[in-house]
């Protein structure tokens, strides 16, 4: 299979959450992928979601329900472990769609609301850091 070729940032569509042209960092440090989520409340066995940002025109006001999700551990950079809640929705890259796992994350004091770790880009993706928007870029043509 022949990997595409990611640069450092980028902008990507999520379908099944009514985002598109969102900011994303490639992050091959970090091991799972994040998005910021404004509030999240889990009601009788539901996650209410609301992927709001106040630096991110696109991202939606609109409650977003996930009958199915689960908790996963994440440790930051500085070592500090999280219990966080992960889903599993569709990414669109190069004009394919992926299955993803995003961890939910308050990033307001993030530059980027969406960051995609390893776990997502093995096998599918090299990084090239000297590069940017290959994938946003590439759909504009």
């Known amino acids: 299979m022949v990997k595409q ?26 091991y799972t992928s ?3 989520c404004s509030r999240i409340n889990e009601i ?10 106040k630096g ?14 689960t908790y996963t551990d994440v440790k930051s950079s ?3 472990k999280e219990n966080r809640y992960k889903i599993k929705t569709d990414v669109i890259f190069f004009g394919k769609t992926y299955k993803i796992n995003l961890t939910l994350s308050t990033r307001d004091d993030m530059k980027f609301p969406v960051l995609i770790g390893r776990q997502f880009l093995k096998k599918k ?12 870029n590439a759909s504009q043509q």
Request: aromatic share 10%.
């Open 5 to 30: 070729l990611l640069g450092r940032v980028d902008k990507i569509d999520f379908p099944s959450l009514d985002l598109s042209d969102i900011d994303v960092k490639i992050d091959t440090g970090a």
């Open 34 to 36: 994040a998005i910021h």
């Open 44 to 53: 009788e066995g539901k996650l209410h979601c609301v992927f709001e940002h």
């Open 56 to 69: 991110h025109p696109n991202f939606k006001t609109k409650e977003i329900i996930f009958n199915q999700y």
């Open 78 to 80: 500085n070592g500090i």
């Open 125 to 136: 993706f090299l990084v090239d850091v000297d590069l940017e928007n290959q994938s946003f």
